[in-house]
């Protein structure tokens, strides 16, 4: 197991080329893909750019704008956004701060790049009817979410560790 650490402590005081307002932390950068952490201020802007490769945009707290072309929207806390490979686009924040994290795919396949873009899915049969192998079907999981942190948690001192 390895363990990365970004956020509070571990941003680079500058993010992206020709941005404004944004720290980030590099999480993993090699021949597969990269992902980063980017942490935008009040009034921070991404400018408008490209990449060859497809991108993902993970809002993972706060919101803020992203742009592609003409088409603007508002994302914000638990929204992802596909940037498709050469698609110009730039993310923003107004009156709020917006943290994200950027996963850009380095060797991605176009078939599959267009299959996310159309939202095509994996059929899974959901019975074993028809031809289907018992090891195919799709079954019900139990689960439950792990309990959170035996330790207390004081917002005053900032984002946790």
Known sequence: MEIRRFGIGFRR????P???????????????????????A??????????????WFLVIEG????????????????????FAPGEVHSAW??????RAIVVDFGLADPAV???LLEGRARDVPVDVGAGADAGDAATRADGALRPGPSSSYDPAEGEPA
Do not use: C, K, W
């Open 93 to 98: 924040t107004e009156l709020s701060e917006m």
């Open 63 to 82: 919101g803020g704008y992203v742009r592609s072309g003409e088409a603007r929207t508002r994302v914000a806390a638990g929204e992802a956004v596909l």
């Open 18 to 40: 020709d941005s404004t307002g944004v720290t980030g932390a590099v999480i993993e950068s090699g021949p597969r893909g990269t992902i980063v952490e980017l942490a935008f």
């Open 113 to 115: 790049i267009a299959g």
């Open 13 to 16: 005081p500058h993010g992206p």
């Open 42 to 55: 009040r009034g921070a802007v991404v400018q408008p750019h490209a990449n060859p490769n497809a991108t």
